[in-house]
Nanobody, 115 residues
Framework: QVQLVESGGGPVQPGGSLRLSCTGS????????MSWYRQAPGKKREVVAA???????GYIDSVKGRFTISRDNAKNSVYLQMNNLKPEDTAVYYC?????????WGLGTQVTVSS
């Protein structure tokens, strides 16, 4: 079965950096686009960044120039490098893969940006 496991979250001060990792199993990782989502308290889950099988990337406007998504197919992993973090980046970050009409999620990793 498909499993996604995120790691790398934690508390960080404004302006700091974190690198999130997600390792997938149960599917042919290199064949799928991967995405990072986040959900802040009281808000809807939103897509943050995505990377295609050819490593083309896309980002929401609020993180452009600060976040970088990448993948390592040999390690079945996708990463989110987050720089210059802001308090509004505080959220639970989830890894996502879509297979047909099914979406798979990890349990998420908490990122808290606060001074």
């Amino acid at each position: 079965q498909v499993q996604l496991v995120e790691s790398g979250g934690g508390p960080v001060q404004p302006g700091g950096s974190l690198r999130l990792s997600c390792t997938g199993s149960g599917f042919i990782f290199s064949n799928y686009e991967m995405s990072w989502y986040r959900q802040a308290p009281g808000k809807k889950r939103e897509v943050v960044a995505a990377i295609t099988t050819g490593s083309n990337t896309g980002y929401i406007d609020s993180v452009k120039g600060r976040f970088t998504i990448s993948r390592d197919n040999a390690k079945n992993s996708v990463y989110l490098q987050m720089n210059n973090l802001k308090p509004e980046d505080t959220a639970v970050y989830y890894c996502n893969v879509a297979e047909g009409d099914r979406n798979y999620w990890g349990l998420g990793t908490q990122v808290t940006v606060s001074s």
